[in-house]
């Protein structure tokens, strides 16, 4: 009996593993890879892009996401109800606050689409390009349509 339980116990304990390291980033295919190419208009031309209208490519993005953000936030960035935040549809959610929330992090007290979250979220330690990428991928997804971030704003907001 003693040997069964612990036998279930280990199962079980692998189970909820192989959900966590697969949750916390997973492969896409690359049906899901295209679909985070968008279209977006860019404020200004950078030196690579010579026209107003660019192609924005989320897949990066979408990397760091599903990697650092997701197990809170969710695949399709639902958050949980009073405890993670949305990242979908969020009324708090702007270029400056995308940056400086994964640069620095968030606490406190925090009202989101009119529900309160206080689970505060640790800085996630990323390159200043995962931040670009990531901030672009949540600016742009989820049905979100909220611009772009350059590493400039990136390198700006750390000042």
């Known amino acids: 009996m003693k040997r069964n339980f612990l036998t279930t116990i280990g199962v079980v304990a692998m189970f909820v593993f192989t959900t ?3 949750s916390c980033g997973g492969t896409t295919d690359t049906t899901e ?3 985070t ?3 977006v ?3 200004e031309a950078t030196p690579e892009t010579t026209t107003e209208e660019a192609t924005l490519d989320l897949t990066a993005g979408k990397t760091v ?3 650092k953000c997701s197990v809170c936030h969710g ?3 639902a958050g949980i109800a009073g405890t993670f935040p949305p990242v979908a549809g969020a009324d708090y959610l702007t270029k400056e606050t995308a940056i400086a929330v994964a640069l620095k992090g968030l606490e406190g007290e925090n009202t989101i689409n009119g529900e309160t979250y206080s689970t505060p979220m640790a800085p996630v330690e990323m390159t200043d390009q ?3 990428d990531v901030c672009n991928f949540v600016l742009n997804s989820f049905g979100n349509s909220l611009g ?3 590493l400039e704003d990136v390198t700006k907001a750390k000042e």
Do not use: C, I, W
């Open 37 to 39: 190419k968008t279209e």
């Open 41 to 43: 208009k860019t404020e």
């Open 65 to 67: 996401y599903d990697a």
């Open 33 to 35: 890879a295209d679909s």
């Open 20 to 22: 966590v390291l697969f």
């Open 130 to 132: 995962e931040v670009v």
């Open 75 to 77: 695949a399709e960035g």
């Open 148 to 150: 772009t971030v350059t």
